[in-house]
Structure formats: structure tokens, C-alpha cells
């Protein structure tokens, strides 16, 4: 009997220990086999990290740690302006930075960039969103000249100006492809329900500044909104009356004058008469 016991478990051990050993092989196979598609995988796609966006972000948010996360990414396709590490994003700890703000609307996973948020402790007001060399400009506009309130900021306008030239009505364009950045005091692009403004600021160079202001001055301003893809220019538009009514102008014509001349002994005069009906 106790041999028979005995059998069995030295059969149990030597089962035991061969189904181990295959299993360990068959790991080590495995390991092997990962090991071989990651070492294939880094020579093909060199990744790296960088900091995406983890939950929507509404403009004028401040930004927090939850709000964003990191992950590998293809390094070729990384934007240049894209954030690598959180300590970009909020600063090292131990400096204690003022938070940064949300200027734009974002979705989750996407690439959270510099000219995407504030620098750090800035607000999301306007002067954060003026590019270098850029001024902010408030032009005066109303239900029919913004468009019937469909204008938000982020939309790209032309300008067009009706006034008096050479005694007569003209409308030209004189800038085409400027950006909104406020409707009124407001400059969240999140704003999508139409909305009857007083005002409309633009960022423009300083001289599109002092044409705009003679512009505003001297005529009546109309703003025209353009496609979100319409990036092109529109190239020169000057319109008259004349134009609008298919036709040239024609010349005054001459008012006949009628004259006699009277003898008194030798001097001669002319004297203008009433020009007899036709």
C-alpha cells in the first residue's frame, strides 16, 4: 500500500513539475516574443511624451492638473508649441506659479499647446490674445452692420466703407481677413446664440488702427463675415452708384444762350435775349 502511495506522488511530483516547467518556457517565449515587438516598434515609431487634454475645457477656465494628462505620442507628429511635461504646464512645485487660463475651447485628447492657454497668473482677457505687433481696435456697429448679431469672437470679418469721394457715393473694402476678438466686453469663444453688440474689437497692426479710425471718421463701416476656411484674399472691391445702376456719367449739358447785338454809332454790343421756344 505504501508503495503504491509512494508511486503515485513521485508520478504527481514528476507531472507537476514537467506542466511547470512548460509553462515557464512557455513565458519565457512570450517574453521573448513582446521583447522582439518592442525593440521593432521603437525602430519604427519613435514616440514621446507630451500633455493632452483629458476632459472639456471652456475659455476662461483655469487650468488644473485633473484637467490634463501625459501620453506617449509619435515624436514627428508632436506640434512644436505642444507642452512635454506638467512642470511646463503648472511650474515645479516648490516655485508656487499662479495658475494659467483656458483661451480657447478644447476637447478631450487634444494637444494641449502654449497659444492654446495664458501665461502663468494671466487672465483670459484680450490683451493675452493679441499677437506681437497687434492692437486691439473697437469699431462702432450696429443690427445691420454686425451681421444681425451673428458675429462671435474667433470669426474672421472684411471691412468694407461706404462714403463720399469726388462728389459721389462709394463702397470699397479696405481691409479683408481681420480677426474678432471681443463682441462687446465679451471675448469668450464659447458664445454661440446670436447677440446684437454695440461694439466689435479687432486685432490689427497699429497702422490698420489709424485707417480704420479715419475710416469710421469720414463714412459708415460694414462688416461682412467670412467662412472658416476662407483664409484667401479678396483682392480690390470699390463700388459706385453709377455701378450699382449699370450706367456712366454723362456730361451736363450746356444751357444755350441767345443774344442780339445792338448798333449805337460805332460801338457794338451783344446783349443776351430769351431763347425762343423749340
Known sequence: MRLVFLLVLVVGILIAGFAGYTAMKQFSNYDSEISKLRKLAAKNVKTGNVVIVAKPLSFGKVLKESDVKIVRFPVKAIPKNAFR????????????????AVLRIMEPLEVLSKSKVSEFGEDAGIASRLGKGKRAFTLKVDVASCVSGFLRPGNTIDVFWT?????????????????????????DEDRNRPYVARTVTVAVTPQVVAALAQAQATGK???????????????????TQNDLLGREVVAKKKRKVCTIKSRKGAEVKTIEIPCPKE
Do not use: C, H, W, Y
Open 85 to 100: 511635461s506638467m512642470e511646463e504646464v503648472f511650474g515645479k512645485k516648490e516655485d508656487d506659479k499662479p495658475p494659467r
Open 163 to 187: 462714403g463720399r469721394v469726388a462728389k459721389q457715393t462709394i463702397t470699397r473694402l479696405i481691409l479683408d481677413g481681420i480677426q474678432l476678438v471681443a463682441i462687446d466686453q465679451i471675448s
Open 221 to 239: 463701416l460694414q462688416l461682412s463675415l467670412r467662412g472658416t476656411d476662407d483664409t484667401g484674399s479678396s483682392g480690390q472691391i470699390n463700388f
